[in-house]
């Protein structure tokens, strides 16, 4: 998906959906910073995948829910 190609019906209108969404999926690291998740949405056939694609907070993330 992230290379612009939907993995399911191989269609190319891809877009990209960052923090500008609402109703992203937060996870909150800590009381001052949520990480954010980034969506790539195939406009054709409604496959999505969703990244968490910054790799401080994909480390926060770690750090806190890791047993
Ligand atoms: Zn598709």
Request: contains cysteine.
């Amino acid at each position: 998906m992230r290379n612009n190609t939907c993995i399911k019906c191989h269609s190319s209108k891809i877009v990209k959906v960052g923090e500008e969404s609402r109703y992203n999926n937060a996870i909150c690291i800590n009381a001052f910073k949520n990480a954010i998740s980034t969506k790539y949405i195939c406009c054709d056939c409604g496959y999505f995948e969703e990244y968490y694609e910054n790799k401080n907070d994909r480390e926060a993330i770690y750090k806190k829910f890791k047993e």
